[in-house]
């Protein structure tokens, strides 16, 4: 586990072990249409927007969504987002497969977002505590 401090680019999250908690909560939205979305800065939260089969869905702290309004079809809130410390090649193998099954063996639910330089886990809220007890136990190898 990393006892290190958070990543200061990262301002305004709390580090618990490998992952950084970011504060705000999360939804996942379906959307009739692609949304604007915020500016990326250096510490600003991960935003993830996937187009598919008529219909987009965004990934975004709930303030993001409910700017949206009425462009929102249907949503989930309450979810929190943990973005996983640490830089792993995409061609890596197994590091989602191993948080998700400490996640699923905790009975945890999670969405998983990857990025180009990032792997991000989504985990009910209520489930944060838990989430976080299970994922400590994960050995990941760099």
């Known amino acids: 586990m990393s006892?290190?401090?958070p990543n200061p680019s990262r301002r305004g999250m709390e580090a618990r072990g490998r992952f950084t908690?970011?504060?705000p909560r999360y939804g996942v939205a379906a959307l009739a249409?692609?949304?604007p979305l915020p500016d990326p800065d250096a510490g600003s939260p991960p935003v993830m927007v996937v187009q598919?089969?008529?219909e987009i869905t965004?990934?975004?702290p709930e303030e993001v969504l409910s700017a949206l309004g009425s462009k929102v079809l249907r949503r989930s809130q309450g979810w929190r987002a943990l973005t996983l410390d640490g830089v792993f090649p995409p061609e890596a193998v197994g590091v989602l497969a191993a948080l998700t099954r400490a996640?699923?063996?905790a009975r945890v639910p999670v969405m998983a977002f990857s990025s180009f330089r990032a792997d991000h886990l989504l985990?009910?809220?209520g489930h944060l505590g838990?989430?976080?007890a299970a994922l400590a136990q994960v050995t990941l190898a760099t």
């Open 3 to 5: 006892s290190g401090p």
């Open 33 to 35: 249409t692609f949304p």
């Open 52 to 54: 598919e089969a008529g």
């Open 58 to 60: 965004l990934v975004a």
């Open 21 to 23: 908690l970011w504060p």
């Open 103 to 105: 996640l699923a063996e």
């Open 123 to 125: 985990v009910p809220e």
């Open 130 to 132: 838990r989430a976080l």
